[in-house]
């Protein structure tokens, strides 16, 4: 732990904890503090899709409660947090980025990772903004307006979770949860400059949340170290029966070997298909992460290609299954170019959904076998920096490719088989922006993936830097 900044909401999590259990600062606060932050920066950027105010006060004054009683305060008590509006918060209506879903009644119970956070001492300050149905890696949203990246307001955030990241990077609150299908949690992380935990698929519960491609789709936080993510993660944990493909084992809990770093690892850059196609910022990003770390080995992850080829089609045919309802009676609520997409997943053939999720079946297997040499692999969360607002295509590898779609490219191979990772932000000398590497572990060892990239941070090769409003 460190000492705790001029400005406490511009700590870490874990330090904000650690002051309020001292009494330092009070639960209560940390939500005056947010709130006001939120109320004056969030006009600028468009995070928060709504604000829970009289909530996070509510928790607040519980904590501090606690507090005078005498009790052991739990991990985060008094720590302020937003969450992706596609999480169920009681009494409010999940919006999940959609004009359809404002006409949906209130929530009657918050989601298992919102019920867990609070467990946990956690005060919701409210909903961000996302890519509508969690359909895109850009963070622009043609109902909602656009999420802006503080590190460059005419840049994308990255999507789908696009309003947390903005929020984490913006210092509106320390952390804050994103879902992950194809990438969303660590594009958004890699374009904002934060870490961000997608887990093993399976790990966290989705319960209460609005799904896009229930066989892709993880849950997951972003935060500003890697120490918060480990943090945070572990409060989290445990089997969940609302969720189906929740796993019941036992929790894994990852902050105490934190600060073990890569010792002993065995890790691996990965070559081929996660070096072509890259501009020269993603390169330089992963020399300079190589050389720091004194990596030389590389491995290749493969058919990565035909893996991202399956995961469109997956993740077209299961998210146009779940909309077909919306699609016949409000087609035209939806943006058009996410409608055309979803409409093509409807049209999807049904023997390209089967052969997809049987090379999937293959393909991790093949990966799983690389898992037996090394223990950790490292590859691009993304081929380039943020794109700029509005921009639809630019050349990579020499083509003119569609910006929406190849964001991902380095994502998707990896989530397409649940494989647990952390983003990790890393700064060119001299750079605006930052670029985001992908630290990737077999599955249920988000121990191993904290852990590098919480080597990566001590060592100076990643840092995650708030872009001030105020």
Not at 197 to 215: D, E, M, Q
Not at 386 to 407: D, H, K
Request: proline content about 6%.
């Amino acid at each position: 732990m460190t000492e705790m900044h001029m400005d406490p909401l511009l700590g870490s999590a874990e330090d904000i904890a650690d002051a309020v259990r001292r009494g330092a600062v009070s639960a209560r606060d940390m939500a005056t503090l947010s709130l006001a932050a939120i109320e004056a920066g969030n006009p600028g950027i468009n995070a928060f899709s709504q604000v829970t105010a009289d909530r996070a006060l509510a928790e607040a004054d519980a904590v501090d409660a606690m507090r005078a009683s005498g009790a052991d305060l739990p991990p985060l008590a008094g720590v302020p947090y937003g969450v992706k509006n596609l999480f169920d918060i009681a009494g409010m209506s999940t919006l999940a980025g959609s004009i359809i879903n404002r006409d949906h009644a209130p929530k009657s119970e918050d989601a298992t990772m919102i019920a867990r956070t609070g467990q946990a001492g956690g005060l919701l300050m409210g909903a961000t903004h996302m890519v509508e149905y969690a359909y895109g890696f850009t963070g622009e949203n043609a109902h909602y307006g656009n999420v802006l990246n503080l590190h460059d307001r005419t840049r994308m955030t990255g999507g789908s979770s696009s309003g947390t990241a903005a929020a984490v990077a913006a210092g509106l609150v320390p952390f804050g949860f994103g879902s992950d299908t194809n990438g969303s949690i660590r594009v958004p992380a890699g374009f904002c400059g934060l870490f961000g935990l997608k887990p093993t698929y399976g790990r966290l519960s989705r319960a209460r949340s609005f799904l896009f491609v229930p066989s892709l789709d993880h849950v997951g936080p972003l935060a500003r170290s890697a120490r918060d993510l480990a943090l945070i993660f572990d409060c989290l944990q445990g089997y969940d029966p609302l969720d189906p493909v929740c796993t019941d084992r036992a929790p894994l809990t990852t902050l105490p070997d934190i600060e073990k770093g890569a010792e002993g690892l065995r890790i691996a850059i990965a070559g081929g298909y996660f070096q072509d196609r890259a501009f020269p910022e993603a390169t330089q990003t992963m020399e300079k992460v190589a050389a720091g770390l004194g990596i030389t080995r590389q491995v290749e992850i493969p058919q990565a290609d035909r893996a991202r080829a399956a995961a469109f089609v997956i993740t077209t045919a299961e998210g146009g299954n779940l909309h077909l309802e919306r699609l016949r009676e409000r087609a035209g609520d939806f943006e058009p170019a996410i409608r055309d997409r979803l409409i093509s997943g409807v049209m999807t053939p049904s023997a390209w959904y089967l052969q997809a999720q049987r090379f999937r079946a293959w393909y991790r297997s093949q990966v799983l076998a690389l898992f037996e040499d090394v223990d950790v692999i490292l590859a691009p969360v993304s081929p380039c920096y943020a794109p700029e607002l509005g921009v639809t295509s630019f050349t990579l590898g020499g083509q003119e490719v569609l910006v929406r779609v190849m964001i991902g490219i380095y994502t998707q191979p990896i989530s397409f088989i649940g494989l647990p990772v952390v983003a990790a932000p890393v700064w060119l000398d001299g750079a605006r922006l930052p670029l985001g590497v992908q630290v990737i572990a077999p599955p249920w060892r988000e121990d191993l993936a904290l852990r590098v990239a919480r080597q990566l941070e001590r060592d100076g090769l990643s840092e995650a830097r708030i872009a001030l409003l105020r």
